[in-house]
Nanobody, 123 residues
Framework: VQLVESGGGLVQAGQSLRLSCGASARAFTNLAMGWFRQAPGKERETVALIDWTGGFTYYADAVKGRFTISRDNAKNTVDLRMNSLKPEDTAVYYC?????????????????WGHGTQVTVSS
């Protein structure tokens, strides 16, 4: 599975961004998808996950109510809509796919990764 992210950039606090991830996969519907992020000097953390159909989602507490993950199985894409951005959201954001796990919400099962896209939020 190859994943390519787009949509990062520099914004001011309170503004919005939408990240997109395109997947080259024969059976996109077999992939649980997720967004992760890593800030300088910090470990990578889970931001949001979505199951195979888009019917179930998970959000980290830090982004709950501000971020929305969605997927379009016809286009092999998964998006992350980020509203009310804060400086602490600054990080490299990675799209990831879980191809083999039996559950969609286990972060450790995500094994395919994009190269990442930088999101910088200024105060």
């Amino acid at each position: 599975v190859q994943l390519v992210e787009s949509g990062g950039g520099l914004v001011q606090a309170g503004q919005s961004l939408r990240l997109s991830c395109g997947a080259s996969a024969r059976a996109f519907t077999n992939l649980a998808m997720g967004w992760f992020r890593q800030a300088p000097g910090k470990e990578r953390e889970t931001v949001a996950l979505i199951d195979w159909t888009g019917g179930f989602t998970y959000y980290a507490d830090a982004v709950k109510g501000r971020f929305t993950i969605s997927r379009d199985n016809a286009k092999n894409t998964v998006d992350l809509r980020m509203n009310s951005l804060k400086p602490e959201d600054t990080a490299v954001y990675y799209c990831a796919a879980n191809e083999f796990g039996s559950r969609w919400d286990v972060s450790e099962d995500f094994s395919s990764w994009g190269h990442g896209t930088q999101v910088t939020v200024s105060s």
